[in-house]
């Protein structure tokens, strides 16, 4: 089990996130959030530019900040930004954004398949794996180099679903596939009406808790391509 | 042994592509139907100093695009929609990758965004158009873009919407800076009243070059970005160290030098790929803002 990072945001107690993740030995690769609640910087570093953006974004950052403990801030400052692994012979390079910067948005309708196949020419791996954006998809380039974006368990995917999503990678096994790698996204009900409860109780927006209970985001969307914007009802 | 100041002062502040992730054309030119007071590169119905570029030019530079892995496509001029091969470029360039045309919203017809709508749809990709507004009333608008060019622009915003397409709003920032949130405010007040009821909004700072150095004032010599000033600083913040324009006098740097003598590189994207002295009052601009020419959801 790999977590591509983003602890803390958006939802609340960011610690038993941690925690959990700590004792269970998981793989962990640093988000910008981590990055930023780490160092205990200004801001979350997301990449938004609209002031409304802006401003939700600053009070998830600052809940956050103020709700995880020095011992994991420091834990969140050794995480790798990048980690490579072998999955039967095809290279897996995990990141949070992109492997070029941690913040980097790789939207499906806006990142061509020949920006693809060139970054992984270039850092010899076969198949990079990201998420950053909140938004689950997957790329196949002709040369059979590839982009996994994971999905998030935080937020749900603003398709109007409460689920939120990960990403199951197997090796396809040799000879059996031309791609040697098969994926599986999975959507994960969860008790979203309990998550709603606690963030109330945490005095956090309910812009972020009317998103929990409809699965339409409600905030953060200017950054978003026109394709990826009108699928979402706002 | 005494260090030669002469030689540390002249040190010059180059910016070299790091990865071509941006290809812009200069579709139409400096050819536009409008001529907006601020115009960075002077464009008007008479200004031939860049021409068109026609479909064959396009389709080599997006072949030749491959292997750079260029990321995003962008079109501007001058008004793109002049160049009667615009729809044609559009949708070759969506089977490449993302496209983003930058117009006033005065010429645009139904049937050209029929097709364009059919050809976003069958593409992976998204087609982005970006309004140029300047502002969200006649009384700001129409002095710096002509008379009737808001109501006139406002009516291309609701073909656009009509056709499902979300424009972006981009505007200059013609105001003091202090105003953003009013005015943005009032620009979605007015938007919806158009019937675009999640109007997408992108301000630009005004840069201080061709019409605008006449209407207001041009950069002043201590406006220039140094080589100090370029230590421990991220460049990828500098669009010229992401993009290139591709232009019918051959490769420039970025979308707003292309008037400057310096600005066009070479004819190939090897030629065009090497440091540039952001030595110009507009880079200072770039400097400060960041990243001005790309959409928000590039980051």
């Known amino acids: 089990m790999i977590c591509l990072g983003d602890l803390g945001a958006f939802g609340p107690h960011p610690d038993r996130t941690c925690e959990l993740i700590r004792e269970n030995g998981i793989l962990v690769v640093q988000g910008n959030y981590d990055h930023s609640i780490g160092h205990e910087l200004n801001d979350c570093h997301c990449g938004y530019t609209d002031p409304r953006d802006n401003h939700f974004a600053q009070l998830s950052y600052d809940y956050t900040l103020a709700n995880t403990s020095d011992d994991h801030r420091a834990w969140m400052r050794t995480l790798p930004s990048q980690q ?6 095809v290279q897996l390079l995990l990141c949070h954004g992109s492997p070029r910067r941690t913040n980097e948005f790789l939207w499906e309708s806006t990142t061509s398949a020949q920006f693809l196949a060139k970054l992984c020419a270039d850092l010899e791996c076969d198949l990079i794996l990201g998420t950053h954006t909140g938004l689950h998809w997957q790329r196949t380039c002709l040369n059979s180099q590839g982009f996994i974006n994971v999905g998030v368990l935080g937020r749900p995917e603003n398709d109007g679903t409460t689920n939120v999503w990960y990403t199951i990678l197997r090796s396809a096994g040799a000879g059996r596939s031309s791609l040697l790698w098969e994926v599986e996204f999975v959507p994960l009900a969860y008790d979203h009406e309990r998550l709603a409860r606690e963030m109330r109780n945490e005095r956090l ?8 209970l409809t699965g339409w985001w409600t905030t953060c969307l200017e950054v978003l391509p026109s394709k990826e914007r009108r699928r979402g009802r706002w | 042994m005494p260090i030669n100041p002469t030689a540390f002062e002249t040190r010059l502040p180059i910016v070299v592509l790091g990865s071509l992730d941006e ?20 464009c008007s119905p008479h200004n031939d100093s860049f021409g068109f570029l026609t479909l064959a030019d396009v389709e080599r530079r997006l072949q030749e695009s491959v292997e750079w892995g260029v990321k995003e496509f962008y079109f501007t001029g001058g008004e793109p929609f ?22 006033n919203g005065t010429v645009l017809k139904p049937e050209w965004l029929e097709r364009l709508r059919a050809a976003e749809q069958g593409s992976l990709y998204s087609l982005e158009f970006r309004v140029s507004i300047d502002g969200p009333t006649p009384e700001l608008n129409d002095p710096i873009r002509g008379p009737r060019t808001f109501e006139r622009a406002m009516c291309g915003v609701e073909l656009l919407v009509q056709f499902g397409f979300l424009p972006i709003i981009t505007m200059t920032r013609v105001w003091d800076e202090s105003q953003d949130a009013e005015i943005l405010g009032l620009f979605r007040d007015v938007l919806h009243q158009h019937g675009y009821d999640r109007p997408r909004l992108k301000v630009l700072p005004r840069l201080l070059l061709g019409a605008e150095a006449n209407r ?10 140094t080589a100090e000033m370029l230590d421990g600083y991220d460049t990828t913040q500098l669009v010229c160290q992401h993009s290139r324009v591709v232009t019918d006098r051959g490769i420039a ?21 090497h440091g540039f002295a952001v030595t110009h009052g507009a880079c200072a601009t770039c400097y400060q803002y960041g990243a001005i020419c790309t959409n928000p959801s590039h980051k």
Not at chain 2, 253 to 273: K, M, N, Y
């Open chain 2, 82 to 103: 002049l160049n009667p091969d615009l729809i044609a470029i559009l949708e070759r360039t969506l089977d490449f990758g993302p496209a983003t045309v930058l117009t």
């Open chain 1, 84 to 89: 490579r692994l072998e999955m039967d012979g």
């Open chain 2, 216 to 225: 207001t004032c041009g950069y002043s010599s201590a406006e220039r970005i």
């Open chain 2, 253 to 273: 740097v970025c979308p707003i030098l292309i008037d400057s003598p310096d600005a066009i590189l070479g004819d190939t994207f090897h030629e065009a790929s």
């Open chain 1, 205 to 212: 927006p309910e812009e972020f808790i009317e998103t929990i």
């Open chain 2, 23 to 42: 290809l812009w054309f200069q579709v139409a030119g400096t050819r536009c139907n409008l001529t907006c007071t601020h115009c960075f590169i002077s």
